[in-house]
């Protein structure tokens, strides 16, 4: 067995954001490293995934998923190398994909753990395009939508790691028309002239997003995939046509706020419309794991999807990473890579 390091470096949530999280909320600590225990491998990660999600984590409040604790390592999705192992199956040398991110070094309950082969496809887009977000398109489009081909599609976000796979993804089934929302001209620029969008919008250009999606789909949408929520939740309602379905998948233009929220002023239209609005968690769709890396492992070895990664380089820089996504800094999957 190769020698292990002495210690690691985890982040550590120190104390409950109000509001926008500030790097005081969080300490970079050192912690020894021991030989696995037995059922458990080592992992030295590569890389591991920063998520809006992990914003709502960080209130002590019931939800889907147990909030982080506090002077505890926060965790998410990581892939790594094996660099000991006492659980049958694994290796020192293996790849996996596990949910101990936000470290270097994770000893991680084998039943936990699966192989990836950075032969067919690299790491890092086993956190992206093929992994947790991939999915989470697939499944918020294909299952909680009921998007069928001639079906007009916006997406808020478009220009993130779920959003511009869910836009190329209806586009590349038969979509009659893909518009999407984005927070730069650069990011709306990469949406229409690399992945194929029909038309997008910067929703930081001081007109009202209502107006300029009433511009791009001047017929109407009958999908709408939320990333965004607010003021883009309210213009979808407005455009939808009769029997239209939204994905509601997040809400990050109100992660931080510190009151509650009125609700979009023309939920009225539901009625008369018969909109049908549903939310997306990507844990309800594990069963199309195996169908959705068939489809999108397949169009990517094919060129027809396209994907960006951000990269952070280094544990130390983290959390700002995060605070970057939340600020919208990203292009496709924010990714903190350790790689070296």
């Known amino acids: 067995m190769t020698a292990l390091p002495a210690t690691?470096?985890?982040?550590?949530?120190?104390?409950?954001?109000?509001?926008?999280?500030?790097?005081?909320?969080?300490?970079?600590?050192?912690?020894?490293?021991?030989?696995?225990?037995e059922g458990r491998i080592l992992v030295r990660n590569l890389h591991f995934s920063v998520d809006p999600?992990?914003?709502?984590?960080m209130n002590d409040v019931k939800s889907y998923i147990p909030p982080f604790k506090l002077d505890h390592p926060m965790d998410g999705g990581a892939v790594g190398v094996v660099v000991a192992s006492n659980a049958?199956?694994?290796?020192?040398?293996?790849?996996?994909?596990?949910?101990?991110?936000w470290r270097e070094y994770a000893a991680v309950p084998a039943e936990y753990a699966t192989k990836v082969d950075p032969?067919?496809?690299?790491?890092?887009?086993?956190?992206?395009?093929?992994?947790m977000t991939g999915l989470t398109a697939y499944a918020g489009l294909f299952e909680t939508a009921?998007?069928?081909?001639?079906?007009?599609?916006?997406?808020?976000?478009?220009a993130g790691a779920v959003g511009s796979q869910v836009g190329q993804l209806a586009k590349l089934n038969g979509a009659s028309r893909v518009i999407g929302s984005a927070g730069s001209d650069e990011k709306v620029k990469w949406l229409v002239e690399e992945l194929g969008f029909d038309a997008a919008f910067n929703y930081k250009s001081g007109r009202s997003v209502r107006d300029q999606l009433?511009?791009?789909?001047?017929?109407?949408?009958?999908?709408?995939?939320?990333?965004?929520?607010?003021?883009?939740?309210?213009?979808?309602?407005?455009?939808?046509?009769?029997?239209?379905?939204?994905?509601?998948?997040?809400?990050?233009?109100?992660?931080?706020?510190?009151?509650?929220v009125?609700?979009?002023?023309?939920?009225?239209?539901?009625?008369?419309?018969?909109?049908?609005l549903q939310g997306v968690l990507v844990g309800d769709h594990y069963g199309l794991q195996q169908q959705f890396v068939e489809e999108v492992g397949g169009r990517l070895r094919a060129g027809e999807l396209k994907y960006r990664e951000t990269f952070a380089t280094g544990i130390e820089n983290g959390v700002d990473a995060f605070l970057g996504l939340l600020r919208g800094d990203n292009t496709g999957k924010m990714i903190v890579s350790?790689?070296?």
């Open 8 to 37: 690691s470096r985890e982040w550590h949530l120190v104390a409950r954001p109000h509001g926008w999280p500030v790097p005081a909320d969080f300490a970079l600590r050192e912690v020894p490293v021991e030989a696995p225990a």
């Open 53 to 57: 999600y992990m914003r709502g984590r």
């Open 88 to 101: 049958e199956g694994f290796a020192e040398g293996d790849h996996v994909l596990h949910g101990l991110g």
């Open 119 to 131: 032969e067919l496809a690299p790491l890092s887009t086993y956190l992206g395009v093929l992994g």
């Open 146 to 158: 009921s998007f069928k081909a001639g079906d007009a599609v916006f997406v808020s976000g478009a």
């Open 214 to 260: 009433r511009e791009a789909a001047p017929d109407g949408i009958d999908v709408y995939f939320d990333n965004v929520g607010g003021e883009h939740l309210e213009a979808a309602i407005s455009s939808l046509n009769v029997h239209g379905r939204a994905a509601i998948c997040g809400m990050i233009a109100q992660y931080n706020d510190t009151e509650p």
């Open 262 to 276: 009125p609700g979009p002023r023309n939920m009225a239209m539901i009625i008369g419309k018969r909109l049908r």
């Open 338 to 340: 350790l790689d070296r």
